[in-house]
């Protein structure tokens, strides 16, 4: 029997008894070079970077979106592009010490950097760490120079090693980035990839999957990948190695390195956020934010923005074009898109994300960040349960082994269609 998707009334609206954790995330659009597979709003530098300029365009936009946060305090700052380590560290500082006097930044936030492994970079990895970034998040994909090469890379295996070594010296914090099922990979690479990884002891790793994205070179001039079991087989001697060397699978694709019994059973119960999260494991408290439907507010060329509002949800995009947007910056005008997110599709805005933690959500996280009652998805939850994709008590949701392998498919039982305007 068929059951229609619940519908909200159109007079309903969220409802929040205390507004989401609120995170920080600053886009650095330029890279030294743009990668074939890679979708995201980054540009090649062709001569020099307007750097000065462009720090002047965030703090212009970040003063400007105060009003739509003000007073809220902020748990974690991302610097993610783009390649931000091609920014100097006095850039970098100059913008987190806008922040600091404009915000209330949690004494122990957590602030990320994301960094390439080539030689420019790392030799500023120090002075980013007096700068106030204190965790580094390295894009080494591989250790294998002929997968480098292929995946368009600009250092080889001895500047990601020296990286890495310059990194652990500095940062307490470091994730390494890792891709499999890359062009001509077989499983005893990909697992050497990870066992690499794993003997840099990083406090955290990221394994990603290499799909092939819309409006990328790999899209137009598709490489010949490992089909999809040879990429599952992978996929399962990755997360065992990283098992048996004591990292934690906490989300799709990331892992988290045990420090004792640091990881808690607070932490695996409700995915809380609170100022000593990062503290107690090394889950990424930014990432974290964005799994638990958090709010966040996206700063610079392209970034997104989700924040919640009495009665409200509502997403932002910025001007994506550089040029553009620190024009429309300087103006007071970054914004180039906003709506409210329609009461009907927050259901699976919120699982959409949360179901990607391999241990799922408490029930009651919810209705705290959606802001209307569980009982919206309840039919699709039923159905999901029928499938075994999601297990769930009057506690907690989880996908299931088989909920995870198939997420897609998960998710695809929340979509509901839009209602006309």
């Given amino acids: 029997m068929f059951f229609p998707a619940p519908r909200l009334s159109p007079l309903a609206s969220p409802r929040f008894s205390a507004l989401p954790p609120l995170s920080l995330y600053f886009h650095i659009p330029w890279c030294l070079r743009k990668c074939p597979y890679c979708d995201f709003n980054s540009h090649e530098a062709r001569g020099p970077v307007p750097e000065q300029r462009y720090v002047e365009a965030l703090i212009a936009d970040l003063e400007s979106a105060l009003p739509l946060v003000w007073g809220r305090k902020i748990y974690s700052v991302f610097f993610g592009g783009g390649t931000p380590s091609t920014f100097s560290a006095a850039g970098i500082e100059q913008i987190i010490g806008a922040v600091r006097a404009r915000a209330p930044l949690a004494v122990d936030a957590e602030i990320t950097l994301e960094a390439n492994p080539g030689t420019f970079e790392a030799e500023k990895f120090r002075a980013f760490r007096a700068a106030g970034v204190n965790r580094l998040s390295i894009g080494v994909q591989s250790f294998n120079p002929r997968h480098l090469k292929a995946l368009g890379r600009i250092h080889d295996d001895g500047e990601a090693r020296a990286a890495i070594e310059i990194a652990m010296r500095n940062f307490d914090n470091v994730n390494l980035d890792i891709m499999y099922a890359l062009p001509g990979q077989n499983i005893a690479e990909a697992s050497a990839d990870v066992e690499s990884a794993i003997a840099c002891s990083p406090q955290h790793l990221s394994a990603y999957h290499l799909t092939i994205e819309p409006n990328t070179y790999f899209h137009r001039y598709p490489p010949q990948l490992p089909d999809d079991d040879t990429a599952a087989n992978m996929q399962q001697e990755i997360e065992a190695l990283l098992a048996?060397?004591?990292?934690?699978?906490?989300?799709?694709?990331?892992?988290?390195?045990?420090?004792g019994n640091v990881l808690e059973e607070k932490q695996r119960s409700d995915f809380r956020l609170s100022p000593l999260s990062s503290r107690l494991s090394r889950l990424c408290l930014h990432n974290m934010n964005y799994?638990?439907?958090?709010?966040?507010?996206?700063?610079?060329?392209?970034?997104?923005?989700?924040?919640?509002?009495?009665?409200?949800?509502?997403?932002?995009?910025?001007?994506?074009?550089?040029?553009?947007?620190?024009?429309?910056?300087?103006?007071?005008?970054?914004?180039?898109?906003?709506?409210?997110?329609?009461?009907?599709?927050?259901?699976?805005?919120?699982?959409?994300?949360?179901?990607?933690?391999?241990?799922?959500?408490?029930?009651?996280?919810?209705?705290?960040r959606a802001g209307v009652p569980l009982t919206v998805v309840l039919k699709q939850l039923e159905e999901a349960e029928r499938k075994g994709l999601i297990e769930r008590d009057h506690q907690r949701i989880a996908p299931t082994a088989l909920g995870r392998r198939f997420l897609n498919d998960l998710l695809q039982i929340f979509l509901t269609e839009k209602k006309p305007a």
């Fill in 244 to 259: 048996a060397a004591g990292y934690e699978h906490y989300e799709t694709s990331a892992f988290a390195k045990r420090m």
């Fill in 291 to 368: 799994w638990t439907f958090g709010d966040y507010l996206g700063i610079g060329a392209g970034a997104h923005s989700k924040l919640s509002f009495p009665g409200r949800i509502a997403r932002q995009m910025r001007y994506k074009q550089p040029q553009q947007y620190m024009e429309s910056a300087a103006a007071g005008s970054a914004i180039q898109e906003q709506h409210d997110v329609n009461v009907n599709e927050i259901g699976f805005e919120f699982m959409m994300n949360a179901l990607r933690l391999n241990n799922g959500f408490p029930a009651t996280l919810f209705e705290e």
